[in-house]
């Protein structure tokens, strides 16, 4: 990675990029993205920016503010300049590595140099005062003058780690501040604070003492000074002193925010350099004193200090405002935080926090939720009444409330939910995760959860419902409206939930549920329940919709549950089937035993049509009684297709066309092959087109043209199913008549395909023998290539009428493919030269006179007159001047005219050379422009004419 930053380094280019992109990786680093911020510095390579040495040192501020800097180093090391390698040290000083200082700070003196600035860095870095005051030596030995920031960074690195070190760091800091009076520099107060800072670690007394000398010396206390004489003076156990200081502070704060233009009694990041002085002299008093300082401060003053505090020592703070019982404080400082609350907030145990929301209007405490990531905000909202959460939550958008939700425990949940109306609670519920949510529906009284459900949507409810226990979740569907219930079940899981469910129901409720789902997914939910249970349910519901529900599942399932209904029930609903064949299946996987009893609880007619269905005679009897899949394997083990298709003809055809659905396509087609046409016909009729047309295609092209055109419908949609070139080679086998027929009921641009993979003279008389407008429909769908070899296979005049239903463009596009010769006699066989013109008009003009010039010039001429002039004019110059002389004669003088004056000077002459005279003349005389007819007639004088 260093070799590519380095390669990227060199002259800038783009001064707005630069910015752009500087500023870019400025913000990046802000919010602690700093591996995005070098994406951008990297992808910048690749849009062709370069990089000069101020940008480079942007980035390393960048990775260095984020705590990377051992990586930018390694990167960067080689390409900075001393302003790269003070960034550097200042981020080793924020990573207390000051072996590193050190080392650096040698080593810049032996290649970029250093400054004023790198001393600075350096002593501020290591926190040593023995090296601290060893840098200054060696900054004084490199001719560098000491200024107030470096004896300001050495002052503050007299913090003393023992206390046995503690009057020798004392003694360290009064010394600087003496070179600093010697070197003619004026300590600030940030000197002056940190002196009294070390001050403190020997007595408070000293620090006061400081503090006198300071005022003694005229200058105006700040923030940092009178902090740090409040820290010392809370080391003595004297709070009184802290406390007044500390008041001192804020109204130093106060007159610093009224200075910078702040608004009054509002919250702002920007003023947190003064108030952070008081955050840190507040966090290190006893708590009792720090919170008691903390209340008797101006809300937004409280708010600001905490917001500097690390957020244990805040929510310290906050708690023992609230065990104070000064809830309703504590609830307007966090209220003046806002969002940056939420971290202090999540700090607090939950019955704490609790208090103060409870004080917190509901606006303000959703937005410091919305801040906790929702991490423990459900355990302080599950503190509050339930109206007040309820409104809290509320406040926030509905996914947002659902996490709070998930975070709670049940009970408070229960109760949350319960507050709000059902639509509320639905649009929350629907949002949370089923898991989380379905203790809190089952702990619910039954009507106010199904009132939540009926309002939630299908599958959100079927989610938290499947994860219920069966008899909690039955308890909720119970209280639904039936068709509200079935709609949530549609969308459950067939055997882990609705099933389940269903079963722990009564069945009369169960009944209703099933009775309103779609048949379908009744059939499959029924199918995963016991026998018995499933048996209860049916007996309870409508004859027809139970035996409509049965038609819908498996024959031997259907069968197990109405082998366990009372035989009275069960008779009436085999005979509300909607036809004999349904009810025979499941009759037929009756035992013995069972299917005498129902039969002998039916009506005789019923009895006797079911009975009609399960016995066949000899081979189509056993296959009629079996499963079709069963059967059809039994067939294709039959040595010959000549006795298989014997079992068949004796079969209904549509209990043939089943069995022959399950077989594959080339058994089927050579079974079918073996039988007479009009029971293959019969029995192609009865199934599936798929099926139907890939039997067809393994058939003799002779036979299956035969079985197609002897059925009586669905012949189109069986050929529409078969591959292209097959369908062509069976309809090319029946009479064109028949064929015509069943392509004029296909779909146009299959038909037409069809058509085009046959030979064009088999393809030429089926087409001829369609209606014209079919036809016409047909052709518009195929390709101009094809339909123009058809078309010169047939009559003219049909070819003609035909082209006269397509579209004018089409039929260009379909002359122009065909012979010059055929083309000209189909066009002449028009049955109006306007319908020929509007062909022509379409035609590329270099094609139109090749077809025009095989005309005859009458016909030739019609189809001209039909034409706009420039158009003519158009196709006219493409011909030799003798035929367009022989057209132009047997126009009308003025379609002549309007054609001649739009010719060049030198082909109208050309033209009207092979005109007879009178014939010329008259044309002429028609001319608008007269002058171009006298330029003719002139040019006509000079030049011999045909007489």
């Known amino acids: 990675m260093k070799d590519h930053v380095m390669h990227k380094v060199g002259g800038w280019k783009d001064r707005a990029n630069l910015i752009d992109t500087s500023r870019s990786i400025q913000a990046l680093g802000q919010r602690g993205r700093w591996t995005e911020a070098l994406g951008v510095f990297l992808s910048a390579g690749h849009n062709a920016l370069e990089y000069d040495i101020v940008f480079l040192n942007i980035l390393l501020g960048t990775l260095c503010a984020r705590g990377v800097w051992p990586a930018a180093l390694g990167m960067l090391a080689e390409t900075v300049d001393v302003c790269g390698w003070n960034t550097l040290l200042q981020g080793s000083g924020r990573a207390q590595s000051w072996a590193f200082t050190l080392d650096a700070l040698e080593h810049m003196a032996c290649t970029v140099g250093t400054d004023e600035t790198s001393f600075n860095t350096a002593i501020a870095s290591v926190k040593v005062w023995q090296l601290a005051a060893s840098i200054l030596a060696e900054m004084s030995q490199a001719r560098l003058r000491s200024d107030v920031l470096g004896h300001t960074a050495a002052v503050s690195a007299c913090v003393p780690s023992e206390d046995d070190e503690a009057r020798e760091t004392w003694r360290q800091a009064v010394s600087q501040l003496g070179s600093m009076a010697a070197a003619s520099l004026s300590a600030n107060p940030v000197t002056w604070g940190a002196c009294i800072s070390s001050a403190r670690a020997v007595c408070w007394r000293l620090a006061s003492q400081l503090l006198q000398d300071f005022y003694s010396h005229k200058l105006r206390s700040n923030v940092i000074l009178l902090s740090s004489a409040a820290v010392a003076s809370q080391k003595g156990d004297q709070w009184q002193a802290a406390l007044a200081l500390l008041q001192e502070v804020n109204q130093q704060a106060a007159h610093c925010r009224e200075r910078d233009g702040a608004e009054s009694g509002r919250f702002q990041a920007r003023g947190g350099g003064h108030q952070a002085m008081a955050s840190a002299g507040l966090a290190i008093l006893k708590r009792d004193v720090a919170a008691s300082i903390l209340q008797k401060m101006e809300v937004p003053a409280a708010a600001e200090t905490l917001a500097e505090m690390k957020t244990t020592v805040a929510a310290q703070l906050l708690s023992k405002m609230v065990e104070d019982d000064q809830h309703d404080r504590a609830a307007q400082i966090l209220a003046e935080m806002g969002s940056g609350g939420a971290d202090i907030t999540a700090e607090l145990r939950a019955s704490t926090a609790g208090w103060i929301f409870a004080q917190l209007e509901a606006p303000a405490a959703a937005t410091i939720i919305g801040e906790m990531a929702y991490v423990g905000a459900g355990r302080i909202l599950a503190e509050l009444e339930p109206s007040h959460a309820m409104q809290i939550l509320l406040e926030l958008d509905t996914e947002n409330a659902a996490y709070v939700l998930d975070d709670m425990d049940t009970p408070p949940a229960v109760r949350v939910l319960g507050a709000m109306e059902h639509d509320q609670a639905a649009a929350l519920a629907a949002q949370m995760v089923p898991d989380a949510a379905a203790?809190?529906?089952?702990?619910?009284?039954?009507?106010?959860?199904?009132?939540?459900?009926?309002?939630?949507?299908?599958?959100?409810?079927?989610?938290?419902?499947?994860?219920?226990?069966?008899?909690?979740?039955?308890?909720i569907l119970h209280e639904m409206d039936p068709a509200g219930a079935a709609e949530v079940v549609a969308?459950?899981?067939?055997?882990?939930?609705?099933?389940?469910?269903?079963?722990?129901?009564?069945?009369?409720?169960?009944?209703?549920?099933?009775?309103?789902?779609?048949?379908?997914?009744?059939?499959?939910?029924?199918?995963?329940?016991?026998?018995?249970?499933?048996?209860?349910?049916?007996?309870?519901?409508?004859?027809?919709?139970?035996?409509?529900?049965?038609?819908?599942?498996?024959?031997?399932?259907?069968?197990?549950?109405?082998?366990l209904m009372e035989a009275e029930p069960a008779a009436h609903v085999m005979m509300a089937a909607q036809s004999y064949a349904n009810a025979a299946k499941i009759v037929s996987k009756l035992t013995e035993e069972c299917a005498a009893e129902v039969f002998s609880e039916m009506e005789v007619e019923a009895a006797a049509g079911i009975a009609s269905e399960m016995e066949y005679e000899s081979a189509a009897n056993g296959l009629a009684l079996m499963h079709a899949e069963d059967a059809a394997n039994l067939v294709s083990a039959v040595e010959s297709y000549e006795d298989a298709a014997g079992m068949l003809s004796e079969m209904e055809y549509e209990d043939a066309a089943a069995l022959v659905a399950h077989l594959d396509a080339s058994t089927a087609g050579y079974i079918l092959g073996e039988l007479e046409h009009d029971s293959a016909s019969g029995i192609l009729?009865?199934?599936?087109?798929?099926?139907?047309?890939?039997?067809?295609?393994?058939?003799?092209?002779?036979?299956?043209?035969?079985?197609?055109?002897?059925m009586d419908t669905g012949a189109a949609e069986v050929l529409g199913a078969m591959e292209y070139e097959?369908?062509?080679?069976?309809?090319?086998?029946?009479?064109?008549?028949?064929?015509?027929?069943?392509?004029?009921?296909?779909?146009?641009?299959?038909?037409?395909?069809?058509?085009?993979?046959?030979?064009?003279?088999?393809?030429?008389?089926?087409?001829?023998?369609?209606?014209e407008e079919t036809a016409g429909e047909v052709v518009s769908e195929m390709e101009y290539d094809a339909t123009a070899y058809i078309l010169g296979e047939m009559d003219y005049d049909i070819a003609a009428n035909i082209l006269a239903k397509v579209e004018a463009y089409h039929g260009a596009g379909i002359v122009a493919e065909m012979d010059c010769g055929e083309a000209a006699s189909v066009l002449m066989a028009a049955q109006s030269y306007a319908s020929a013109a509007c062909i022509v008009a379409e035609m590329e003009a270099v094609d139109a006179a090749k077809v025009m010039a095989e005309m005859e010039a009458p016909a030739a001429a019609g189809v001209i007159a039909d034409l706009e002039y420039s158009n003519s004019a158009d196709i006219l110059c493409k011909l030799k001047a003798d035929l367009v002389a022989a057209i132009v004669a047997e126009l009308e003088y003025h379609d002549a005219a309007g054609i001649i004056g739009r010719l060049d000077l030198g082909r109208a002459v050309a033209v009207l050379k092979g005109v007879d005279a009178g014939g010329g003349e008259g044309i002429l005389q028609e001319l608008e422009d007269r002058h171009i007819s006298e330029q003719i007639r002139a040019r006509l004088a000079k030049r011999p004419r045909k007489a």
Request: proline share 4%.
């Open 491 to 563: 969308v459950m899981d067939y055997d882990d939930g609705a099933a389940f469910i269903l079963s722990e129901l009564d069945p009369e409720p169960a009944s209703k549920i099933v009775a309103a789902l779609e048949e379908s997914v009744a059939a499959g939910i029924m199918a995963e329940m016991e026998f018995e249970t499933a048996a209860a349910i049916l007996q309870e519901m409508a004859y027809d919709a139970a035996s409509n529900v049965l038609a819908k599942m498996e024959p031997a399932t259907a069968a197990g549950a109405v082998s």
């Open 726 to 771: 097959d369908a062509a080679g069976v309809i090319s086998q029946a009479g064109a008549s028949a064929a015509a027929g069943i392509l004029a009921d296909m779909e146009h641009a299959a038909a037409g395909a069809v058509l085009a993979e046959m030979e064009y003279h088999e393809a030429a008389p089926i087409l001829a023998a369609m209606e």
């Open 685 to 710: 009729a009865e199934m599936d087109a798929p099926a139907a047309g890939a039997a067809l295609a393994y058939m003799e092209y002779a036979d299956a043209a035969e079985a197609l055109c002897k």
């Open 439 to 475: 203790p809190v529906f089952a702990r619910m009284e039954y009507d106010d959860a199904a009132g939540i459900v009926a309002e939630m949507g299908h599958e959100a409810a079927a989610g938290v419902i499947q994860e219920m226990e069966p008899d909690a979740a039955a308890g």
